[in-house]
């Protein structure tokens, strides 16, 4: 998901993300150990990122704009997990929440001597330097400068090469991090403000949709458990009824409820598929009639033309 936030704007976009997709798949399938380590990063990035969102709703003024999930495309792509914009700069953050040690050496990055095959601290270089050459343009007041962020409380950081250009903020340095970026705010505060023509050039410049996304094999999807699962428990073995369904763990949910859940379960799974519904009753397994489908999908769905 991205987000878009100042005074004048507030827009949230929807889209199947890697993080989605291997959400669904953990549910239906057996994760390879790839996916497997591909889930776990992305969720401990997602839990890092909300951290971080708490502290800048937080500490937000009404001028400031955030994004979310970014990918600008400018004469090549700048990514990068969180973007902040205020009167003094933007920042851009790279941030992920590690259980452990985290250190880097040489250019290799590991968590408790597990090697990884990404350098979040390299990233968060790569993407300022990208940024700082495409931005003054429309910021030239602005001053641009990256962060790789580690916010979990559980999380030490040993880093062995030098870093230029970019802050390391772990989680006790969080708060005080975020009370500058205020306080320097303040010192700017009768430089110009965001203005449409910003919005708009970011308007312009953003993908719109995630990038490298993750798509389900054909022998993959073959692999899928079908049918509803307990939105609880995750369980397979549920009693459909009406005007509910219910699992062994005690869940009720209404039948109504868990048919559109299945539904969002499948787009997210193909996501780059148009929606058959040949194909999303094989899905429920045939638990639904079609008619019952076609009733949910025109209540609760629009068409795309």
């Not at 976009?13 to 549910?27: C, I, P, Q």
């Not at 970011?202 to 993959?220: C, G, K, L, M, R």
């Amino acid at each position: 998901m991205r987000k878009i936030y100042n005074e004048r704007h507030m827009e949230i976009e929807e889209y199947a993300t890697t993080l989605d997709v291997l959400r669904e798949l953990d549910k239906r399938t057996e994760l390879n150990e790839e996916f497997i380590k591909e889930l776990e990063h992305l969720e401990a990035k997602e839990k890092g990122i909300n951290k971080v969102l708490k502290l800048i709703n937080y500490y937000a003024k009404a001028h400031w704009l955030y994004m979310t999930d970014l990918a600008l495309d400018y004469y090549g792509t700048v990514t990068c997990d969180l973007l902040l914009v205020t009167s003094a700069g933007i920042y851009l953050f790279e941030i992920n929440d590690y259980e452990g040690t985290f250190t880097v050496k040489n250019n290799q990055c590991s968590i408790d001597d597990r090697k990884l095959n990404y350098n979040p601290i390299e990233d968060a270089h790569k993407m300022t330097s990208q940024l700082s050459n495409i931005a003054p343009t429309y910021f030239s007041t602005l001053n641009i400068q990256g962060a790789a962020i580690f916010p979990g409380l559980n999380n030490e950081v040993i880093v062995s090469d030098d870093v230029k250009e970019v802050q390391i903020v772990i989680s006790d340095q969080l708060d005080n991090y975020f009370k500058k970026i205020v306080k320097k705010d303040k010192e700017h505060q009768n430089c110009p403000k965001i203005t449409p023509e910003h919005l708009n050039w970011f308007e312009q410049i953003d993908y719109h949709f995630p990038i490298n996304q993750t798509q389900v094999s054909a022998e993959a999807d073959k692999q899928l458990r079908k049918g509803i699962l307990c939105c609880h428990c995750g369980n397979f073995n549920v009693n459909i009824d009406v005007p509910y369904i219910s699992c062994g763990c005690g869940m009720h949910e209404p039948l109504e409820k868990a048919i559109v859940r299945t539904i969002c379960e499948y787009g997210v799974l193909n996501n780059d598929k148009l929606l058959e519904v040949s194909s999303l009753l094989d899905f429920f397994d045939y638990q639904i009639s079609e008619d019952t489908l076609y009733k949910y999908l025109d209540k609760h769905f629009t068409p795309m033309v």
